[in-house]
């Protein structure tokens, strides 16, 4: 390993490590979000609108320039569905951390080539697979409170209150995820933003097919007439089948997901544990021709195999 690389590395890691613990907690984030809204209530005169203010990077001309990146702006929305305190900057610092100090250990302890970069490949997507798990999470949780949402409009509608009124109420009854999207959707109402395009920007940051048909049957109703109470009884009747057979369909496809991780993971772990046992035991593979090929074709054939898995498995319902 070269010294160039040792303190590139070093360099990063110590970056990463001033901004991880200099980086304020959830509670005085939003002390700091509720101090500002204070004041900002308090010189209304200068209140310059509702748009909220997303910080890319802390460093200005790095914001700046992430501000009119499409990818960048992307990424922020994934952050935020799963609720991580990164910001797209720090995202991709961690990345580029992982991708450097897998890149030198594998080219230290792997031959030269293309395999000894997949060590930093696979570290460089881990902070990605940590975000997608989270949002994942996030989004199903979601949509299992979505129908009990849907039953607490219509309650709202039936006893007389507004559907923005209905909003709110939700919003203050539901625990996250739900119920803060609801209360960003009910604020922008209030400062004025029309219905039909707050619902549209909540839809924008939940792209749920529950959530997208429910905003859709509300829009077309506001737009055609008819009982919304009624049609939201329908849909949280609807959509509280549609979970069930989610559910259903979860167990009995258990089997085929548990059996494509087992068969992804046991040539690693194999791999491992031989070179543990006997150090240099795969060293054929490597240092042959033959031996290459027949690394790229497995993992070739693992891709395959577990994009076909994911086919039988992922059942639209």
Not at 94 to 111: E, N
Not at 288 to 307: D, H, P, Q
């Amino acid at each position: 390993m070269s010294v160039l690389t040792i303190f590139v590395v070093l360099l990063l890691a110590a970056f990463a490590s001033i901004a991880y613990f200099t980086e304020p907690s959830a509670l005085e984030k939003r002390t700091r979000e509720r101090l500002t809204a204070l004041s900002r209530r308090s010189h209304e005169a200068a209140d310059e609108g509702i748009r909220r203010e997303v910080t890319f990077s802390r460093i200005a001309f790095i914001d700046r320039h992430l501000r009119h990146n499409p990818l960048a702006l992307q990424l922020q929305i994934m952050l935020e569905q799963a609720k991580m305190p990164w910001t797209v900057a720090r995202f991709t610092a961690y990345c580029a951390i992982l991708l450097f100090l897998g890149v030198a250990v594998g080219r230290a302890l792997l031959p030269e080539g293309f395999i000894g970069w997949v060590p930093g490949i696979l570290l460089g997507f881990v902070p990605l697979g940590w975000v997608l798990f989270k949002r994942s999470g996030r989004l199903h949780k979601l949509n299992k409170q979505l129908p009990d949402a849907v039953e607490l409009m219509a309650r709202a509608l039936r006893a007389g209150h507004s559907l923005p009124s209905s909003l709110l109420m939700v919003a203050e009854e539901m625990t996250d995820p739900l119920g803060p999207e609801f209360r960003h959707t009910s604020d922008e109402l209030t400062f004025g933003l029309p219905f039909r395009e707050a619902l549209l920007q909540l839809q924008h940051r939940y792209p749920i097919e529950d959530l997208r048909f429910l905003i859709s049957s509300i829009l077309l109703q506001k737009e055609t007439g008819g009982n919304l109470v009624e049609l939201l009884d329908k849909i949280a009747a609807l959509l509280h089948a549609r979970i069930r057979l989610k559910d259903k369909v979860r167990v009995y496809t258990a089997q085929g997901r548990m059996t494509g991780g087992i068969l992804i993971a046991m040539p690693f772990i194999c791999f491992l544990g031989f070179n543990v046992i006997k150090p240099g035991y795969s060293a054929p593979l490597f240092d042959t021709e033959v031996g290459r090929k027949m690394v790229y074709a497995a993992l070739g054939g693992m891709v395959l195999g577990a994009l076909s898995i994911r086919k039988i498995i992922n059942i639209q319902v």
